[in-house]
């Protein structure tokens, strides 16, 4: 038995859970959303699985756009695991409607709570507490593999109905559309050393350097890979990131994200 899992990550979280997903599960191919997103077709497997990370209580729009972007019908085993910072609302059943208007049912969807990475709100959380939602998320994997593997038919997880209906049926739908200029708000201290990494990170292809520094060009996922992955911290989003401590999944390394 094969497993295809497509992954979006900005932080390296959802990489690290199709990783060990993948290995725990056994012959599985990892495939890279922003990279698949410019080939056409699913690939065939007995089961296939998205793993991302919530943005504002809903899927991040590239997985939205990847999903809408084929037809999903005629896959044995279909799943979907989100990654998030505590609260996952109602995003697991969206992305079912999702793959539904395009030809696929959603066998199970699963959350799995890592270390938040949504620095233009608060920054990174202590170490020893990073270390115990790394622990937590393993045991979490390994329940959700033997789940798949057994080919668990169940309704996607959710939080209550009424909250779902707050944050993902409102505020997702009316917050997600402003994501893509948003980063009008980034901007660059003189600590840049004109690396390029930046560009390297970013899954929409949506920098570029001008003069050695970073101009965004209105594109955004609002994944911050960008502003975390920066080795001199000199990406700023707003007036308060500053002095906010960076995220990144300490197994993780810049280039496992890169596009190109
Ligand atoms: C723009 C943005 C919005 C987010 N919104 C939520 C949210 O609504 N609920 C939540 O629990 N976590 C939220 N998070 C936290 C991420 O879902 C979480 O840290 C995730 O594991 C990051 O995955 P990654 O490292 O694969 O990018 C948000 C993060 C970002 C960057």
């Known amino acids: 038995m094969n497993t295809i899992l497509y992954y ?7 990489l690290v859970v199709a990783r060990d997903l993948g290995t725990a599960l056994g012959n599985t191919t990892l495939i890279s959303i922003p990279r698949a997103l410019q080939e056409s077709a699913v690939g065939t497997a007995d089961a296939v699985g998205i793993v991302f990370p919530v943005y504002a209580w809903g899927p991040p729009r590239i997985v939205v756009d990847f999903i809408a972007s084929r037809k999903w019908h005629g896959l044995p085993y279909l799943f979907a695991v989100c990654t998030c910072g505590g609260f996952p609302g109602g995003t ?15 066998s199970a969807g ?6 938040g990475n949504y620095t ?24 959700i593999s033997e789940l798949i593997k057994a080919r668990c038919r169940r309704p996607a997880e959710r939080s209550f109905f009424l909250v779902n209906w ?4 409102f505020l997702y739908k009316f917050g997600m559309p402003h994501f893509k200029t948003a980063d009008a708000k980034f901007w660059v201290t003189d600590t840049c050393t004109h690396c390029g990494l930046c560009v390297k990170v ?9 003069d050695g520094r970073p101009q965004w060009h209105g594109n955004c996922e609002q994944c911050m890979a960008c502003l975390q992955w920066c080795p001199a911290e000199a990406i700023q989003f707003g007036p308060s990131t500053q002095k906010r401590k960076r995220y990144h999944h300490p197994s993780v390394k810049a280039k496992d994200l890169f596009v190109k």
């Open 92 to 106: 697991l059943p969206k992305v079912g409607r999702a793959l539904c208007a395009q030809g696929g049912t959603l």
């Open 110 to 115: 699963f959350s799995i709570v890592m270390p």
């Open 202 to 210: 970013c899954p929409r292809l949506n920098i570029d350097l001008k």
């Open 166 to 169: 707050l944050t993902t049926g």
């Open 8 to 14: 979006f990550s900005g932080t390296g979280n959802s």
């Open 120 to 143: 233009a709100m608060y920054g990174a959380i202590a170490e020893a507490k990073q270390q115990k939602l790394f622990a937590r998320s393993r045991t979490r994997i390994a329940e």
